[in-house]
């Protein structure tokens, strides 16, 4: 850690946590000062504990943390942000776990960035706020992978390097992009994309999110996004990821959205 002093502040996201021997538990959490770092909640699970509410997952809290033997303590805490409406619904919930998931999935402890903190608030108060989590998920796909510098090629061929042209292409998750029809036709390992879902893509790759929250996918490229970052995240990641599952299981419960326009351009 950067800082010796046997106490320290971090605002921090937890994303998940366990238990931890006969009244603790073990945090995961993502920070603004210092990325991803465990700390124990000592007590936490008993009854009159104080701390327990303000250290859920998906809240956004300001702890004091004191230099333990091995891990960091939780001296205080308080939350920032609870993110209520997460916690309410099913689906959202289904939502917020996958962006947890994610960002625990491809980062390591004590590497701080602060963009990649912002992204991860950004996302839950987004999907807090109502706003279609369809578009904030691929949204927060697409900027996790710039910052984490997984940035796919969506303008050039990433075989030839050639200019994609305004037709159907093909995207290779072991060359980090979409290849041309002439180096994608016949090749093993890669997937068609439309252009149609790449237009989406570039898109959401260039703008800001005031920007990219216009878009409106239809059904068939809203799921064809999904896929593709799908086979592309989990190829990144060498493992299947947990949360998608769950989302899927909780979608199909509910009401199927109606048909929207596309983008035009």
């Not at 000062?33 to 699970?45: D, F, P, S």
């Not at 807090?128 to 710039?146: F, K, M, N, S, T």
């Not at 061929?157 to 980090?176: P, V, Y």
Request: charged share 30%.
């Amino acid at each position: 850690m950067p800082s010796r002093e046997r106490s320290f502040r971090v605002e921090a996201v937890v994303l998940r946590h366990s238990d931890w021997g006969e009244a603790d538990r073990l945090l995961t959490l993502y920070s603004r000062e210092q990325g991803k770092l465990r700390a124990v909640a000592k007590g936490v699970r008993k009854v009159r504990s104080r701390k327990a509410g303000h250290l859920e997952p998906f809240t956004r809290v300001s702890l004091l943390l004191s230099r333990g033997r091995d891990l960091p303590l939780v001296t205080q805490a308080e939350a920032r942000e609870a993110y209520l409406p997460l916690r309410e619904d099913l689906l959202l919930l289904s939502y917020a776990s996958y962006v947890v998931e994610l960002i625990d999935r491809f980062t390591y402890e004590d590497e701080e960035n602060r963009s990649l903190y912002r992204l991860l608030v950004d996302s839950l108060s987004r999907l807090a706020a109502g706003q279609e989590p369809e578009l904030v998920l691929r949204y927060y796909e697409i900027r996790l992978l710039d910052l984490l510098g997984f940035r796919p090629h969506l303008f050039q061929c990433a075989n030839c390097e050639r200019q994609i042209q305004a037709e159907d292409q093909f995207f290779s998750a072991e060359l980090g992009g979409v290849l041309c029809p002439d180096c994608g036709r016949g090749r093993g390992g890669v997937r068609p994309v439309s252009m149609s879902a790449l237009k989406y893509l570039r898109h959401f790759q260039r703008s800001s999110y005031a920007e990219a929250s216009r878009a409106r996918p239809a059904p068939e490229v809203t799921r064809e996004l999904e896929i593709l970052s799908q086979h592309y995240l989990t190829h990144l990641l060498e493992r299947s990821l947990n949360s998608p599952a769950f989302l899927r299981r909780v979608r199909s419960q509910a009401r199927p959205a109606e048909p929207v326009e596309e983008l035009d351009g």
